[in-house]
């Protein structure tokens, strides 16, 4: 008969096996929202990229044209925040939060009235929990990318700083590099600034320096052309960080089911350990048994 260590390992080995079977399910779902979210981002970056680069040059020949533009003294600041509504993602969250809240206390350091605008349960539950200053919460995303979505934080963010509530908006969210790499960064949104441009080649250069005829008008050009770029680039944000996110929570339950494989191979040979020094001890006591009859 196995003896009560056999029967404990036993018991962990069919724990951990169906931990595995649940971190293997949740990779799988992963991958699939992380294949439809990139293809979605691989397919938009285009549009976008070529949207910046026409308004960056633009600004770059702009007399004023837009109140987008204005550079104001930094008396309020907004910070939109990117997280994950769920966690099991490894230091996905952290690694977002960790710098974020760098940035809002040095802001807070300079005396600029900082607020936070979060989308993603982790970051509004871990700021409003600190008594930071929230000025919006957008809990309910769940890791999907919407134009509506995008719409409803670039409209509040443009209302906010053309109303005068903020003088500065900056974005904190993860930009997908790679499968394995998330890098959080800290971007400028509002204003636009004209030298933000980054001429890669001779082409770029010579487009940049393009002098422009404006029909009907730098004002109507602008009123138009920048609410559009600033919602694509907000849902292009949500777009990078909803599928880094999937791809940290992929590569997190991917590792936490090597683990579980790893584990059940040693507790196996553990027990296999066990169970054989049970047996050798019941044959030596036998032929003790016999040895004295």
Same mark, same amino acid.
């Given at each position: ?7 404990? +390992? ?31 981002? +691989? ?5 976008? $990229?070529?949207?910046?680069?026409? #308004? ?10 837009? =109140? ?11 910070? @939109? ?69 995008? $719409? ?5 963010? #443009? ?5 005068? *509530? ?10 997908? @590099?790679?499968?394995?790499? $998330?890098?959080?960064?800290? $971007? ?35 009123? #138009?052309?920048? =609410? ?14 909803? *599928? ?6 992929? *590569? ?15 507790? *196996? ?17 036998? #032929? ?6």
């Amino acid at each position: 008969m196995p003896g009560a260590g056999v029967k404990i +390992l036993n018991k962990r080995i069919r724990s951990v096996n169906s931990t595995k079977q649940i971190t293997k399910a949740m990779k799988m779902v992963a991958a699939a929202k992380l294949n439809r979210s990139q293809g979605k981002m +691989l397919a938009a970056r285009p549009y976008s $990229q070529k949207l910046t680069k026409l #308004v960056e040059h633009l600004s770059g020949s702009a007399d004023g044209g837009s =109140p987008l533009f204005e550079v104001r003294e930094v008396k309020r600041r907004l910070f @939109v925040v990117v997280t994950s509504d769920k966690g099991l993602c490894g230091s996905y969250n952290m690694n977002l939060i960790k710098l974020a809240q760098k940035a809002i206390d040095a802001s807070v350091a300079e005396g600029v009235e900082t607020e936070i605008l979060s989308v993603g349960k982790k970051a509004g539950d871990y700021f409003a929990k600190r008594d930071y200053t929230m000025f919006e919460r957008h809990d309910d995303y769940n890791g999907e990318a919407t134009a509506q979505r995008g $719409q409803q934080v670039g409209g509040a963010v #443009v209302d906010t700083f053309l109303a005068g *509530t903020f003088d500065e908006v900056r974005l904190v969210y993860a930009q997908f @590099v790679s499968m394995m790499t $998330q890098q959080p960064v800290d $971007q400028l949104v509002l204003p636009i600034a004209p030298d933000s441009v980054e001429k890669a080649d001779d082409e770029d250069e010579e487009v940049a320096n393009l002098d422009y005829i404006w029909e009907p008008g730098q004002a109507e050009l602008f009123e #138009v052309l920048l =609410p559009l770029y600033l919602r694509n680039r907000v849902f292009m944000t949500l777009m990078e960080a909803f *599928t880094s996110e999937h791809a940290a929570r992929m *590569t997190s339950m991917t590792a936490a089911t090597d683990n579980a494989g790893e584990l059940i191979d040693a507790l *196996t040979l553990q027990r296999n350990r066990e169970r054989q020094a049970a047996i050798t001890a019941e044959l030596l006591d036998i #032929v003790g048994g016999a040895n004295a009859l």
